[in-house]
């Protein structure tokens, strides 16, 4: 009886080490199989500049391969690796974006086991150690660290544009749907259209391909985007975006606004009533994640708030940037955290 037993035991334990084997292979195969498709993505990307949107807009296959898969959004981990010369993955969450409204995300900070968050300034660093106890590391504007897209069709390009006004119009992400009236934000545009050779439209990929694009195009604006949000080369089309620009203009605050003053943009905000409609899958996902960790009663309060202050600095149009405009985003997103690649490389191996 207690021979069978055991040979019972033995038998359950090889069949679970088997099992464990042929997991283990699956990922494995999965994980070869996904880098594939993700470097063919790539490789098909590669040479395509903001112009081509049919080949830069399309859903673009993630492979993750940093720690939180959500470093791997618009190339930010790659940039830094490539910036600093050290190819390590970061132990680290990287905030992809400025975030307004004191808010922090549930998977950065609560849930991060790394104990580490990659962010951008001052204003954040704030606002993180109010609700966590991660080690915090400021490195600035994300866009400082990257080389343009653009190198020798840069100048013919900008002398074919002339005098350029970049829109950044509110978008939409993969679950969530951005709705405005674009009739109001198109009369405002043609209010300044008059002082500009062109007039260029940055959309972006999931905006582009639900066709919010069209109103502007049928404006006479040019249409164009730095790509998909898992496009490694993502920032670096945007900052080429901006840099053929001469002055910027968005309907709502965004990450947009302090890059354009960083590169010596001038920008003009014209912030518009938004409403945003979760598909089913995404409002299920914000339902189980609970994504924001200890969620201001007064969120909204703090968000008018921000918006109000940047309002009234940015409403205006102006082909200067003033000195309140500059220290305002300094603080947002951290102008004075900008390391050097030795800096950097010296931060991403402690990370490790």
Sequence with gaps: MLSKLITDIGK???KSEIKRLQLKRTCRSLNIISALKYKTYCTKTKNKDHNDLNNIVPDFFLWNKEYFSNNNFYGISDIFREYSLCNI??????????????????????????NNIITFSQ????????????NIICLGPYIHYVKPFLNEDFHNEKKALGKNLLVFPSHSVDLVTAEYDIEIFLNEIKKIAPNFNTVSVCIYWKDYLMKKHLPYQNAGFKIVSAGHRNDPRFLSRLKSIILLSDITISNSLGTHLGYSIFLNKPHILKIQKQK???DKVGAYNNAITNRFVGKNENFYDIIKNEKDVFNTLFSEYTETISKEQYELCNYYWGFDFIKKPEELKSILKSLV
Excluded at 123 to 134: D, G, N, P
Aim: proline letters at 5%.
């Design 12 to 14: 359950k334990i090889i």
């Design 89 to 114: 993955i970061p132990k680290a969450a990287i905030e992809h974006g400025v975030y307004f409204g004191k808010e922090v995300m549930d998977y950065e900070a609560a849930k991060n086991p790394t």
């Design 123 to 134: 204003y954040r660093y704030e606002v993180l150690s109010e609700k966590t106890k991660q």
């Design 276 to 278: 945003y409609s979760e």
